[in-house]
């Protein structure tokens, strides 16, 4: 059995926002709902073939720890959205940019998703991670999820009690059972953990290191010990490795220059982990996914 929608030994680089070169050994891109219908296909295929999937999207934040990745890269890009004034509905297909629609409805009067200007996620990965911008988590106004079983090839609505959310999880990150098709919002109450008044434009704009990284790198460990403030005392604000390193701006950003090396950015990472436990003990965990063959 062959598959000719896969595209073979295509070129990845753009998806992982930090740029160093990879490529897909298998590639596919879902961008209407008669795509969705060939994902059972393809999932047959793998089995057969003893290959597997990955699922990505713009804004997920992936580290491409390889040169070819030997799995199946299905690329998701489902765009459109719309906005009830009434009701105060919010309907999204999963790769539209929470930046860019949080942008549209404060430039319209609608003031609750504020603080997800300049945040470079799709909606996917905002509900995938519980995505959290200074106490505002996805969560909060989520409602349901239109999703795609992986396991039934079926099609099933998610409320939120079923979506199983955490801090910066969710039962879509903990199984990845389901691929997210659309999301349904509630943006009629701002519900937040904790008060914050930071013009987060102003901190995205102005506080923010510009350039390839995929934001912060590391869940911070506590709401006491930032994972920024564990990196500056360990004096890694002052230390790269040859086109990879972290910037003295926000000291949890890893960066890398365009001639990054993916082995320059694991050593690196490695680094300031021991570092960190050596002088703290404490363990950081990564908050980027670092994929691997």
Not at 70 to 85: A, D, F, S
């Amino acid at each position: 059995m062959t598959i000719d929608y896969l595209i073979k030994d295509k070129d990845i680089t753009e998806l992982s926002n930090f740029k160093t070169k990879a490529k897909a050994k298998y590639y596919f891109e879902i961008h209407n709902r008669q795509d969705i219908k060939k994902l059972s296909d393809i999932y047959n295929y793998s089995k057969k073939n003893n290959i597997n999937i990955l699922f990505v999207w713009w804004g997920t934040n992936l580290f491409f720890a390889f040169d070819i990745f030997n799995w199946i890269i299905i690329n998701n890009c489902l765009k459109w959205w719309l906005y009830n004034k009434e009701d105060k509905i919010l309907e999204s297909y999963s790769n539209e940019l929470i930046s860019d629609i949080s942008k549209d409805l404060y430039d319209n009067g609608q003031l609750l998703w504020k603080r997800f200007i300049w945040l470079p996620w799709s909606i996917w990965w905002a509900v995938f991670w519980n995505a959290w911008c200074f106490w505002l988590e996805i969560e909060n106004n989520f409602i349901k999820a239109e999703v795609f079983n992986l396991k039934t090839w079926k099609i099933e609505f998610l409320n939120k009690e079923e979506s199983l959310f955490e801090y910066r999880n969710s039962v879509y990150k903990k199984t990845q059972n389901y691929f997210i098709i659309k999301v349904i919002f509630d943006l009629s109450e701002k519900i937040e953990k904790y008060h914050s008044d930071v013009d987060n434009i102003d901190f995205r704009e102005n506080k923010q290191p510009k350039g390839n990284s995929c934001g912060s790198f590391f869940k911070n460990p506590s709401k006491e010990q930032s994972a920024g403030m564990l990196i500056e005392n360990c004096w890694f604000k002052w230390k790269r490795l040859w086109w990879a390193y972290f910037s003295n701006l926000h000291w949890n950003f890893l960066m890398s220059d365009n001639n990054a090396d993916y082995k320059d950015l694991l050593k690196l990472i490695k680094n300031v982990k021991e570092d960190v436990k050596s002088k703290y003990d404490v363990d950081l965990i990564n908050e980027v996914r670092i994929i691997k063959n």
